[in-house]
T-cell receptor, first 117, second 112 residues
């Protein structure tokens, strides 16, 4: 079974630009969560998508957005990039069942490392 | 804000020794999980303990959970150089939606 795939793995952008990151979850997983990891703030929850709908959201500005497609693949977008957006962006999929119970166990991709100059 | 806080922030031990990491959290939880991350890579799930469990084992890993103190510990026995990584505790809450919140992590360095 293929794992979680994130693309691109590395990218460099300049301030003011926008970026789109992609995540393909494990087959059968309908929940995709996104995290931002920085040395100073650690792993911060961005949002979670389930069945094409954003179900949970962290404390990030509206510049951070995402979506999920019918095949459960997800994208996140960051507009008007700032230097502080430089981070490792991690996607994780989970076998979330609509009726529960759910463990919240996450399966991570290798991440997309974004550098903003 | 993060749910969990790990202690210590960093730990350096010799190969063969045991490593103990602690985690504290703030709110009611459904379960607590431990993950490992090798430098700059994705996280790997190690073990999950439910809120009604007190101790769990998996290979060289032993996890305890004290819900009255809102704390957990991860013990790695007979450490190996390959155990060098960052370890994170994470919690799935009973409220606030389906989101797993991570602590700041403990950096473990095992010297050969």
């Amino acid at each position: 079974k293929a794992g979680v795939t994130q693309t691109p793995r590395y990218l460099i952008k300049t301030r003011g630009q926008q970026v789109t990151l992609s995540c393909s979850p494990i087959s059968g997983h309908r929940s995709v969560s996104w995290y931002q990891q920085t040395p100073g703030q650690g792993l911060q929850f961005l949002f979670e998508y389930f069945s094409e709908t954003q179900r949970n959201k962290g404390n990030f500005p509206g510049r951070f957005s995402g979506r999920q497609f019918s095949n459960s693949r997800s994208e996140m977008n960051v507009s008007t990039l700032e230097l502080g957006d430089s981070a490792l962006y991690l996607c994780a999929s989970s076998l979330r069942l609509a009726g529960g119970p759910n463990t919240g166990e996450l399966f991570f991709g290798e991440g997309s490392r974004l550098t903003v100059l | 804000s993060q749910q969990g806080e790990e202690d210590p922030q960093a730990l350096s031990i010799q190969e063969g020794e045991n490593a103990t990491m602690n985690c504290s959290y703030k709110t009611s939880i459904n379960n607590l999980q431990w993950y490992r991350q090798n430098s700059g890579r994705g996280l790997v799930h190690l073990i999950l303990i439910r809120s009604n469990e007190r101790e769990k084992h998996s290979g060289r890993l032993r996890v305890t959970l004290d819900t009255s103190k809102k704390s957990s510990s991860l013990l790695i026995t007979a450490s190996r150089a390959a155990d060098t990584a960052s370890y994170f505790c994470a919690t799935l809450g009973n409220t606030g939606g389906f989101k797993t919140i991570f602590g700041a992590g403990t950096r473990l360095f095992v010297k050969a």
